[in-house]
């Protein structure tokens, strides 16, 4: 039976642009994991590591405008936003560079014998080690940052991790050309381009997660995608280590303060927010807790004029159009749901941004309003108006995990004053990155940063973006009473290379 074909398409027309590759079978699945498993040992020279990234960013940024003109072409998500994220991406590759060159990720911890301990202590060198190959599933939203080349893949090459991406069907001409970038980034420091293979296909896809030289998986995607993976990985022989994020409803409440001091600021905050990307942000604010009364009144009027003005879109393919029109359709059946400016259908191939409102008693028991508390993807929010705090924090307590929490305070309350502290502690146990008076699409990458949280918006407690991304890729290893000859140089006691440790219980920098 011949091999499917891999087609790239134009989201903007449903029509195919080129036949791009075919969908890899297991033999193929086979042999590209064994390739990165055998450059395994070209990666274990920090220094290489380091070079490594910092030419494959640059390599990104030399092939810019053809990068940028291929993923348009199959995303529409415009030359400025693409240009952005390659940006991004290319920061994001330097700043892996950064930590791999610092090495305070290895987390270097010794303790000399203590024969006066309780019980004594032998000798014990401790630090950490890479899991070996990656498999990495790229996300259809972020086509160069969440992808062949984002985070799960730069952080696990800083690891000293290979990968094998499984690509994403909506860009995959795109995840060829950045995996060329990759490999002869690899070559020009003597690695195997093998080092960052490239799989296409679903059934690829689970041949991936089950292969015995896969050692840990990263995911970004649908909950119901991302639970049949980590599913598979739990019932290996072996199982595996599984970084998925899977779907987030990102709360946001607005006090009643807030909404009295600054209405039309956050209606129009909210508008920019929620459609941006034509809300195909994993972090796009998919419940918002307005209170009820004349203040709600005027953020909800602000709202609809912001949405009204908002342009109809392409979403990344037909599939989540579909999905996108059917969803609000159901919603928006419920009885007393409203929609001030209705969304859906924008012409054959677009969707046009709207919002929904409900009472948010409707949400406070198990029922069928449960559905306006599941993520839709796409350019729509459910705004729920509550009558008094209670309500609103009762709402909150039915909510799953997420990515970000939001909460709009007055300045009062952002000076201490009021409900604000105790707001924070509210909407801590809902996510990994909590917001104040900010909107959450848009994540830094930074050294601070946690894109994580409670399950289902990820499947660990690990973040995706930022610096301890690395930490997923790792494990800890000790060695006791091992002679100096034969220790790795990182757990040598005059620390030949110079890397940050605790020796003996005292932070050394």
Known sequence: MAAAPVWSVDPRTGKQREQVAVEATAQEVDATVRAAHAARGALADRTVRAAFLRSAAAGLDAARDGLVETADAETALGPARLTGELARTCYQLRAFADIVDEGAFLDVIINHPDDTATPPVPDLRRYKVPLGVVAVYSASNFPFAFSVAGGDTASALAAGCPVVVKSHPDHPALSELVAKVLRRAAAEHGIPEGVVGLVHGFEAGVELIKHPLVAAAGFTGSVRGGRALFDAAAARPVPIPFHGELGSLNPVLVTEAAAAERAEEIG??????????????????????????????????????????????????????????????????????????TPGAGGEHAVSAGFLTVPAEKLTAEGAYDLLLEECFGPVTVVARYADEAEAAAVLSRLPGNLTATVQVSSEE???????????????????????????????VAAAQ?????????????????????????????????PEALLPAELKDDNPLGLPRRFNGVLER
């Open 414 to 444: 952002a000076a201490g004053r009021g409900r604000g502290p105790e707001l924070l502690a509210e909407l801590t146990p809902l996510a990994g990155r909590v917001l104040v008076n900010g909107w959450p699409t848009g994540v830094a």
């Open 268 to 341: 129009g905050g909210l508008a920019g927010s929620m459609t941006l990307g034509m809300g195909q942000f994993c972090v796009k604010p998919g419940l918002v807790l307005v209170p009820s009364g004349a203040a709600g009144d005027r953020l909800v009027k602000s709202l609809t004029d912001a949405v009204s003005d908002t342009d109809a879109g392409v979403l990344l393919d037909h599939r989540m159009r579909d999905n996108f029109v059917a969803g609000v359709a159901e919603r928006a059946q419920l009885p007393d749901v409203d929609a001030p400016v």
């Open 450 to 482: 946690h894109h994580g949280g409670p399950y289902p918006a990820t499947t660990s407690t690990s973040t995706s973006v930022g610096g301890t991304a690395i930490e997923r890729w790792l494990r800890p290893v000790v060695y006791q009473n091992a």
